[in-house]
């Protein structure tokens, strides 16, 4: 039996400042590496977030992150934070709900318990969360977005995960400690996962493969009892019992927060940047997997790098007040 | 063959390092042990005690027993039998000053660091309430108990464990009970768990006030959805 022996979680409840250069929305890789910068730069800085570490809590070791070997994904979400606090960086654990432009050089961040502040910047590093499958069923007890979560209440059961990457498989992996059958569906014949992966589960005896399928419903009572499979071929209707359902087809970018300030995305939401982490509206930053950026690769190291770029922009800005 | 040690070296060094700077008076914890039917995380729980106990002497555990008779006595005046589902009576952890502040199951993987952050807080008698959220704890004056389902590789539930906790610590009509999902199946199963952290709110009588899945990190809208279901439960 595993015992952390430390967490991000304990607050100081001082009473925060209301004026701040640099208001980071999000708390994951991005908006920690921004952070850590601008305390760097002496910038008088700010963290909102509703979790420390965003998706890195759920994973369970991260290996592709240089020069840190096999580390857990709350772990290192617990060193990003440690890292900034060094530099006087504050955090709030809060949602923010709104921004709105003060005048043309600060912002206003309201966030969900009534707060109010203004900052000169404000970087969205608010990352993405798992798609939503969108079918009947989907809110039922039993569906998971989170297997890190949720697999040590699966003991013995029957499980099915959908999508083909690395986070289906991660979530497989991860299930196959505790259930006794984990079935991956996959729309299509061949996976997205990367091979070290795929090899790796297809020698797991608990773990099944069903491939050119789709869950069109999801049934049960209270809970999850069986998916109805369609097959992307000749569309003929299966069923499956099954006690959990996990979900990781991919992510959608948290970006609802900017809708009302006119910020530029692409269709799928993601807020265009350029190299510098700008957006088109001046003091308006953004970072990690929340931007189109960097070659549509969503990685720590990549949202990490574009904090760091988010920060020196930050930095400029303030000091030259040119966008 | 020697049990292994829960603790490596470096983990004490840090842990006495943290008891020292941190502990001023002595925090007093109630241990129930099941070992009937949670035999080896009871065991667990044992160890984990004795060794926490030889790294300061500002923490102490009371061992009870659950087969004896006097104990179950002890614990159902305490309302502590609450899993009926499963007639499971431990490991249950309790702090002595602040019997609202309970751990059904061992606090380990996320929730430990919780659970040393409670014996720092009782140590010192300061709690992680904000003047917001005092106010709106102020105004809920029934019974309640707040169950916080988690399991030990949950990042999110120990936010609110932890808020429960300091909740019950400043307020005695609230109770904030961590149960460990995988410990107390029948109990889970009873309260339909299936994704965590998943939080049960009850009144007195046991029955639920309001249930929801998810991380809910602001105490003070935590607060808010105790007071609405009272409220809703009062029309």
């Known amino acids: ?323 | 063959m020697a049990e292994e040690k829960i603790f490596s070296e470096e983990d004490i060094k840090s842990l006495k390092d943290m008891f020292d700077k941190s502990l001023k008076d002595t925090v007093e914890i109630d241990l129930y042990l099941d070992y009937e039917k949670n035999k080896e995380t009871s065991e667990f729980a044992k160890r984990l005690s004795e060794e926490l106990i030889k790294l300061t002497d500002k923490i102490k555990f009371n061992y009870y027993d659950t087969k004896d008779s006097k104990v179950l006595e002890d614990m159902n005046s305490k309302k502590l039998l609450i899993d009926k589902y499963g007639n499971r009576k431990g490991p249950i952890f309790v702090f002595k000053k602040y019997y609202g502040a309970i751990y059904y199951g061992i606090p380990s993987g996320e929730e430990f660091p919780i659970f040393l952050e409670d014996i720092i807080h009782i140590s010192n008698n300061n709690f992680d309430i904000d003047g917001a959220t005092a106010k709106k704890l102020d105004s809920i004056n029934k019974n309640i108990d707040i169950y916080v389902f988690v399991t030990p590789t949950c990042p999110y539930c120990p936010y609110m464990t932890h808020n429960s906790h300091q909740f019950a610590m400043v307020k005695s009509n609230i109770r904030g009970i961590m149960i460990e999902s995988y410990e107390f199946p029948e109990f889970s199963e009873h309260y339909k768990v299936y994704g965590v952290p998943h939080i049960t709110i009850v009144d007195e009588n046991s029955d639920t006030l309001t249930e929801w899945e998810g991380m809910l990190p602001e105490p003070e809208m935590f607060a808010d959805r105790i007071r609405e279901a009272i409220e809703q439960k009062v029309k």
């Open chain 1, 1 to 323: 039996m595993e015992l952390k022996l430390s967490t991000n979680i304990i607050k100081d409840n001082k009473e925060l400042d209301k004026e701040w250069d640099t208001i980071i929305i999000g708390g994951g890789p991005a908006g920690y590496s921004a952070g850590l910068y601008c305390g760097r730069y002496k910038l008088k800085t700010l963290i909102i977030t509703k979790d420390i570490g965003g998706l890195l809590n759920e994973t369970d070791i991260i290996d592709d992150y240089p020069a840190v070997e096999n580390i857990t994904g709350p772990e290192l979400a617990r060193r990003f934070k440690s890292h900034a606090d060094k530099y006087n960086v504050s955090t709030l654990l809060e949602t923010v709900t709104r921004i709105e432009k003060k005048d043309d050089e600060n912002f206003i961040v309201y966030t969900s318990t009534g707060k109010e502040f203004i900052s000169k910047v404000v970087i969205i590093a608010t990352g993405s969360q798992r798609k939503r499958l969108g079918v009947p069923g989907e809110n039922l007890k039993g569906v998971s977005y989170c297997a890190e979560c949720d697999a040590p209440l699966f003991k013995d059961k029957i499980v099915g995960v959908i999508g083909g990457g690395n986070s289906a498989f991660h979530d497989a992996e991860v299930l196959a400690q505790h259930a006794k059958e984990v079935y991956i569906i996959h729309r299509r014949d061949e996976f997205k996962a990367d091979p070290v992966y795929i090899e790796e589960l297809k020698n797991n005896e608990k773990i099944k493969f069903i491939l050119n399928k789709v869950v069109s419903e999801i049934k049960g009572h209270e809970k999850v009892e069986e998916v109805t499979l369609q097959d992307t071929k000749t569309n003929e209707k299966t069923t499956l019992k099954l006690d959990g359902l996990f979900i990781a087809i991919g992510l959608t970018p948290l970006s609802e927060i900017v809708k009302d300030l006119n910020v530029n995305t692409d269709p799928a939401g993601h807020i265009i940047v350029n190299d510098c982490s700008k957006t088109n509206v001046k003091g308006l930053l953004a970072a990690g997997d929340v931007t189109n950026q960097i070659c549509n690769l969503r990685q720590i190291v990549t949202a990490a790098a574009q904090g760091t770029t988010a920060a020196l922009s930050a930095f400029l800005y303030i000091k030259t007040k040119k966008w």
